[in-house]
Nanobody
């Protein structure tokens, strides 16, 4: 059974860096051809795609967040992580990690191709 679990601080101050980790169980994150994504839902808004790291370590980011986003992985711990720098209150959201069957489907518009999701973690940006 594949499971994803987000972890990290629930409160981040403006201008600081938001750091979250997704721990995956039931499958290795290096298994061909899966892709592992970060997605968020700001309050009262729709889901927003942040970026993805593929099974081979390649990464792709949302153009609107690319300058502030970094996604990395620790294959030994079977984890992948999100760092979002220079946060503002507009970055307040529930953050999810999720899996797509491959990179092409991970970067498609919409979220129907994601087959496993974490439960989500609330991150609030406030002083």
């Amino acid at each position: 059974q594949v499971q994803l679990q987000e972890s990290g601080p629930g409160l981040v101050k403006p201008s600081q860096t938001l750091s979250l980790t997704c721990t995956v169980s039931g499958i290795s994150i290096t298994t061909q051809y899966y892709a592992w994504a970060w997605i968020r839902r700001p309050p009262g808004k729709e889901l927003e795609w942040i970026g993805v790291i593929a099974f081979d370590g390649s990464t792709y980011y949302s153009p609107s967040l690319k300058s502030r986003t970094s996604i990395s992985r620790n294959a030994f711990k079977n984890q992948f992580s999100l760092q979002l720098s220079s946060v503002t209150p507009e970055d307040t959201a529930v953050y999810y990690c999720a899996r797509a069957p491959d990179l092409a489907r991970a970067i498609m518009v919409g979220f129907n191709e994601y087959d496993y999701w974490g439960q989500g973690t609330q991150v609030t940006v406030s002083s």
